[in-house]
C-alpha cells in the first residue's frame, strides 16, 4: 500500500500562521490524528479533515503575532532606525540621491501636471455627445484643404432635419473688438458670435443668466465674470449696457464663470448669433452654402452613429453643389479628439481655438521617463557601490541571526526612505517655484489643491515602486553574501555588479547623449529657420491691429498725416498680416474648363504694400491709384501661383479669382516670399486691392531710434482719433512669435537635457568615489612601481570612455530616426549631421572626465606611502 | 467572580480530570467521539486554551511518539480551581435532580 503523508502545504500555512509555544504539539496531534484516520476512514478523508483541521485552527489562541506581544513596536523601530542611523552616517551618499531624486521627480511632477492639463481637455463636457463638423475643401485636381469652419447655412440647414441632430450650434468669431463701459474701453480679441444652443450644449457654468434664453435676443452679450470685473468691478453687470465698436449698444444677459484653461475654446465673451451682421463688401451672406466663415457643432442622441451621419452631410452637400465644381465632404470629429486630433486642420483665425500637439505630449512624457530612470539607475548604482564596502556590516548581521529577508527588507527600507524623501522635497520645490516655472514655460495652466492630491496617491505609489526596484538588486546581492567571505574581505568583488553597474551607467549615457544631440539639432534647426531670408524686408516695420471701423474712418487722413515726416518712408495696410495664415481662394485663368480650378491663397491689401514690406517685383507694376481698374479688376499673383497656371508670361493674362466681380488682370508677378511661417513651402499666393475695411496697417519707418518713431506713429493717432487705444508690434518680433512652439520646445529639451547630464554626472561622481576607494591599494602599487599620473588616470577613465563610445553607437541609429522625423516637419529641413553626435559624444566625456577628475586626482596625487603602510 | 462553565467546556475540564495526567488534545477528542459525539480537533484545542486562560487547567510539554513525527504532545492537569468549579457544577445539577417531583421520572 502506498505511504500518505499529512498534505505539505496544509502544514506549511499552518506553520505560517501558527504561533510558536503552539506548533509542535498542535501539529503532533494533527499528524497522530491523521495516521489514524488514513486506518480507519482512508487517505481521501483523512486528508480533507486535515486540510479543515488545519483552516478551523485559525483563531485567537493560535496565530502569530510577531515575534512576542511586547516587542512589536521595538521591531519596527529598529527597522526605521537603521536605515536612518545609516542614512546619516553617510551624509555624501544621502545628499546626492536626495537631490537627484528630487530633481528628477520634480520634472516628473511638473510633465505630470502638463499632461493631465492636455489630456483633460474638453472633459467637462463629456457625455454631452458634442461633435465638431470639419469641412474638405478640394479643388478639381485633387488638391485638399481640411478646414475648421463650415457654410453658415449648415446649421438652419441641418436643426429639425436629421433625427439624430439633438442640437446644433454655429459661431461666428469676433474680430478685434472694442468694448466700453462708461470710462473703460479696452480691446478684446476673444469673443464668439453664438446663439442660445450653445450654452445648452456646452454647459459651461453661468453665475447668472439663463442658458435657455440668455443669446436670444439681437444686442445681448455674456461675458465672463474676470470680464465683468474688468469693466463693472464689484457691481452686478445683468442688464448693463457694453458699447461694442463704438456704435453698437449690447445688454449683459449672462455672466459665466471663467472658461477653464483646458477647454479648446477660448473666449471671454459671446454675442447673440443674432446680432452678427455681415460686414459691407463680403461677397457672401448668410444664405451662403459655401462661405467657409463659421465652426460648426452639434449634439447627436446617444445610440446614433457619428460616421453614418457624416455620410448624410456628405451626401446633403453633394446635392447643393453646382456641376462644376467639386462638392465639399465633411468630418464629424467627437469632441474629445479635437484638441489633439486639429493638427492637419486649418482655421480660419487660429486665435480663439487652442490645438494641442500630441506630438509635444509623447515627446514630454518620454524625457520624463528618461529623467526618472537616470535619477533610479543613480541610486540603485550607489546603493550597489556602497553596499560593497557593506560587506563586513553585512557579515556580522547575518552570524549574529538577522534572518535574510530581515536584512533584504532593511536594504529596501533605505532606499525606499530616500526616495520618500525626495518625492517630499520635490513637491516642496515644486509648489514653491510653479509659478516662475509656469511663467518661464508660458504655461496656461492652474496649479490646483485638487491636482496635488489627485497626483499624492500616484506619487507614493510611484515611489514606493521606485524605492523597491532600486534596492532590490543590491539588497538581494548583499543578502546572499556568505558571512564567513564577507567579513574576511570586508567587500565583494563581483563581476556580477561590475557589469551591472556598467549597463546602468551606458544607459546613463545613451540617453544623455541622445539628448545632447537633440539639443544641438534643434538649435541649429531653429537658428536656420530664423536666418533664412524670407523674400522680404521685416526690419524697421510696425505691424498695427486696428479695429475695422477705425481703419475706415481714420487710415487716408492718417496716412497723410505720417508721411510727413521724414522719419516715416511708406504706410501701407493688409487684411491678413504677413505669417498668419492667408485664406483658400479658387483662380481659374479665364476661358480654360471649370475643371482647371486651382487652390491659391489670397490676400487683400492696399496700395504700397509691396514697397512697404520690401517684395520684389519680377514682372509687371504694382497696384497703383493712376490706374483706376486696378481697385476692381487687376491682381499680382507670386512666382508660384504662375508655375500652378502654367504662365510663360503671366502680366496681362485674364483669370476669375473666386467670386470677385468677375475677370481680372494680372498686372505684376512679385517674387517668391514667405507670407506664412517657414514650417510649409511657399505657396501660390495672390494680392488684390481691398473691398472692405482692413484689420492691419504698417508703418515702414527710416532705420534710428525705433523708441523714438514708434512715438511719433502714437502721437499722430492720437491727434486723429482722440486717444483711441493702439497697440503697436515690430514686424520682426510678430515673425518670431510664428517660432515660439520650436523655441519653446528648444528651450524644454536644453533645460531637460541639462538635468538629465546632471544628474548622470551626480551620480558619476558619487560612484567614483567608492571606484577609487576599492583601487587605492592598487593605485599606490603602480606608483611605487613607477606609474605616471597620466596613465593612471587614464587607468580610471578608460572604462568610461569606453562606455560612452558603445552607448554612442548603441544610439546613433536611434537618434538618427527620431530626430529625422522631427526635422520631416519642416518645409525647410537642416539634414541630420552625425558630427553633432560626435559633438554630443566628445562634450559628454568631457563633462564626465570633469566630474570625476577630482576624485580621482585626489587618489591619484596623494603619497602611496599613506595607502601601503597599514597591511 | 464566579467563573461560569459552559457545557462544552465542562465535559473537555470532566475528560481532563478523568483522563489524569494522560490527557491531551488527541486523546480527549477521542474520548468525546467514543461518546458518540463527534467533533473537531481544534474545537477540543481551542476549549483546552480558553480553561488554561480561566485557571482551570494547567499545561506542560510530555512525551512523543512516532505517529506525531517527534513532536511532543501538550498535556493537561486540572486544577484546584477546576475540581471547584466542576464540583458546583455537579452539586447545582444534583440539586435541581432532587427537586424533580417523583412522578415525571416514573416509568424510565
Request: with cysteine; hydrophobic share 45%.
Amino acid at each position: 500500500m502506498k505511504k500518505h503523508d499529512p498534505p505539505k502545504f496544509a502544514d506549511w500555512i499552518f506553520k505560517w500562521y501558527c504561533r510558536n509555544g503552539l506548533r509542535e504539539s498542535i501539529l503532533g496531534d494533527l499528524h497522530e490524528q491523521f495516521y489514524q484516520d488514513l486506518e480507519q476512514k482512508g487517505s481521501l478523508r483523512a486528508k480533507f479533515i486535515y486540510w479543515i483541521t488545519v483552516l478551523k485552527f485559525f483563531n485567537r489562541f493560535t496565530i502569530n503575532r510577531g515575534n512576542s506581544n511586547k516587542n512589536n513596536h521595538l521591531i519596527l523601530k529598529g527597522y526605521f532606525q537603521t536605515p536612518f542611523r545609516f542614512l546619516i552616517k553617510n551624509k555624501s551618499y544621502t545628499l546626492i540621491n536626495v537631490v537627484g531624486l528630487s530633481i528628477g521627480l520634480f520634472g516628473c511632477l511638473l510633465i505630470f501636471y502638463f499632461l493631465h492639463h492636455e489630456l483633460t481637455f474638453d472633459r467637462q463636457h463629456e457625455g454631452n455627445n458634442i461633435y465638431r463638423i470639419n469641412t474638405i475643401y478640394a479643388d478639381n485636381s485633387g488638391n485638399q484643404t481640411k478646414m475648421v469652419n463650415t457654410p453658415p447655412m449648415l446649421v438652419p440647414g441641418i436643426r429639425g432635419v436629421y433625427p439624430e441632430v439633438e442640437k446644433a450650434t454655429q459661431l461666428r468669431y469676433t474680430l478685434r473688438t472694442s468694448l466700453r463701459n462708461e470710462n473703460r474701453v479696452f480691446y478684446e480679441d476673444y469673443g464668439f458670435y453664438a446663439d442660445s444652443s450653445f450654452l445648452e450644449i456646452f454647459e459651461f457654468p453661468l453665475v447668472s443668466g439663463n442658458r435657455k434664453n440668455a443669446l436670444d435676443e439681437p444686442n445681448s452679450i455674456v461675458i465672463t465674470s474676470s470680464l465683468a470685473k474688468k469693466y463693472f468691478g464689484d457691481q452686478d453687470p445683468m442688464g448693463k449696457n457694453i458699447i461694442m465698436n463704438n456704435d453698437m449698444s449690447l445688454r449683459v444677459t449672462g455672466v459665466l464663470k471663467p472658461i477653464p484653461s483646458n477647454s479648446h475654446l477660448k473666449f471671454d465673451f459671446l454675442v447673440s448669433f443674432s446680432t452678427y451682421v455681415v460686414p459691407d463688401g463680403y461677397a457672401s451672406d448668410l444664405t451662403s452654402w459655401s462661405w467657409l466663415g463659421f465652426i460648426t457643432y452639434v449634439q447627436l442622441s446617444s445610440e446614433s452613429d457619428h460616421l453614418a451621419f457624416q455620410k448624410k452631410l456628405d451626401d446633403l452637400f453633394t446635392s447643393l453643389s453646382s456641376p462644376n465644381s467639386t462638392p465639399y465632404k465633411t468630418i464629424v470629429q467627437p469632441l474629445r479628439d479635437i484638441y489633439l486630433g486639429s493638427t492637419e486642420l486649418v482655421d480660419d483665425l487660429a486665435s480663439h481655438i487652442r490645438m494641442g500637439s500630441k506630438y509635444s505630449i509623447y515627446s514630454l512624457a518620454i524625457i520624463a521617463l528618461l529623467i526618472l530612470f537616470i535619477a533610479c539607475f543613480n541610486l540603485m548604482n550607489l546603493t550597489t557601490a556602497i553596499g560593497i564596502t557593506r560587506a563586513k556590516e553585512i557579515g556580522i548581521k547575518k552570524i549574529l541571526g538577522v534572518e535574510k529577508h530581515k536584512l533584504i527588507t532593511q536594504l529596501i527600507l533605505e532606499s525606499v526612505l530616500i526616495t520618500f524623501l525626495s518625492a517630499l522635497l520635490a513637491y516642496l520645490i515644486g509648489i514653491s517655484i510653479f509659478p516662475q516655472v509656469k511663467e518661464l514655460l508660458a504655461w496656461d495652466l492652474e496649479l490646483n489643491g485638487q491636482l496635488v492630491l489627485l497626483s499624492i496617491p500616484v506619487v507614493l505609489i510611484f515611489i514606493l515602486l521606485l524605492g523597491v526596484f532600486s534596492g532590490l538588486y543590491p539588497s538581494l546581492l548583499l543578502a546572499n553574501l556568505k558571512a564567513p567571505t564577507a567579513i574576511k574581505q570586508g567587500r565583494i568583488s563581483n563581476s556580477g555588479s561590475q557589469r551591472f553597474s556598467n549597463g546602468l551607467i551606458g544607459f546613463q549615457f545613451i540617453i544623455a547623449v541622445a539628448l545632447i544631440a537633440s539639443t544641438i539639432t534643434i538649435h541649429n534647426q531653429v537658428q536656420h529657420l530664423r536666418s533664412m531670408s524670407l523674400g522680404f524686408q521685416s526690419e524697421d516695420v510696425v505691424a498695427i491691429k486696428l479695429l475695422r471701423q477705425d481703419m475706415g474712418r481714420y487710415f487716408e487722413k492718417y496716412k497723410q498725416r505720417l508721411l510727413q515726416n521724414s522719419q516715416i518712408q511708406s504706410v501701407s495696410r493688409s487684411e491678413r498680416i504677413v505669417g498668419d495664415p492667408w485664406p483658400v481662394n479658387s483662380i481659374l485663368v479665364d476661358g480654360y474648363d471649370p475643371s482647371e480650378y486651382k487652390q491659391v491663397t489670397g490676400n487683400l491689401v492696399d496700395y504700397d504694400f509691396l514697397e512697404t514690406i520690401g517684395i520684389a517685383l519680377k514682372n509687371g507694376r504694382a497696384f497703383s491709384k493712376n490706374f483706376a481698374a486696378d481697385s476692381l479688376n487687376s491682381i499680382i499673383i507670386n512666382e508660384s501661383c504662375a508655375t500652378l497656371l502654367g504662365l510663360e508670361d503671366p502680366v496681362g493674362t485674364q483669370v476669375n479669382f473666386f467670386s470677385f466681380n468677375g475677370p481680372r488682370t494680372i498686372i505684376g508677378v512679385m517674387e517668391d516670399f514667405n507670407f506664412s511661417s517657414l514650417h510649409n513651402e511657399i505657396g501660390p499666393a495672390v494680392v488684390i486691392l481691398p473691398f472692405i475695411d482692413l484689420e492691419y496697417l504698417y508703418v515702414k519707418v527710416t532705420p534710428g531710434s525705433i523708441s523714438e518713431r514708434l512715438d511719433l506713429i502714437e502721437d499722430h493717432w492720437n491727434e486723429i482719433t482722440n486717444d483711441a487705444p493702439l497697440e503697436m508690434q515690430l514686424m520682426d518680433d510678430h515673425l518670431s512669435r510664428l517660432y515660439k512652439s520650436e523655441e519653446k520646445l528648444s528651450f524644454l529639451i536644453t533645460g531637460f537635457s541639462i538635468l538629465a547630464v546632471s544628474l548622470a554626472c551626480l551620480g558619476l561622481y558619487g560612484l567614483i568615489a567608492f571606484v577609487v576607494n576599492k583601487k587605492l591599494k592598487e593605485v599606490g602599487i603602480r606608483k611605487v612601481l613607477g606609474a605616471s599620473v597620466a596613465s593612471l588616470l587614464l587607468l580610471f577613465s578608460k572604462r568610461f570612455i569606453k562606455l560612452i563610445t558603445v552607448s554612442t553607437i548603441i544610439a546613433a541609429p536611434l537618434i538618427h530616426q527620431i530626430l529625422s522625423i522631427w526635422l520631416d516637419n519642416y518645409a525647410y529641413r537642416i539634414e541630420f549631421r552625425w558630427g553633432t553626435l560626435a559633438i554630443a559624444a566628445i562634450l559628454l566625456t568631457v563633462i564626465t572626465l570633469i566630474t570625476i577628475s577630482y576624485q580621482t586626482l585626489k587618489t591619484v596625487l596623494q603619497n602611496p606611502v599613506n595607502v601601503l603602510r597599514d597591511e | 467572580m464566579k467563573k461560569v462553565l459552559g457545557e462544552f467546556e465542562e465535559l473537555i475540564l470532566l475528560l481532563v480530570a478523568v483522563q489524569h495526567d494522560q490527557a491531551y488534545g488527541l486523546s480527549i477528542k477521542t474520548a468525546i467521539e467514543e461518546m458518540g459525539r463527534s467533533v473537531n480537533l481544534s474545537n477540543v484545542h481551542t476549549t483546552l486554551y480558553r480553561l488554561e486562560e480561566k485557571g482551570m487547567v494547567l499545561s506542560s510539554m510530555g512525551d512523543s511518539s512516532a505517529t506525531r513525527g517527534g513532536r511532543r504532545k501538550r498535556h493537561f492537569i486540572i486544577t484546584q480551581s477546576g475540581k471547584i468549579a466542576l464540583k458546583e457544577s455537579k452539586e447545582s445539577r444534583l440539586m435541581l435532580w432532587d427537586s424533580i417531583p417523583n412522578l415525571v421520572m416514573d416509568g424510565i
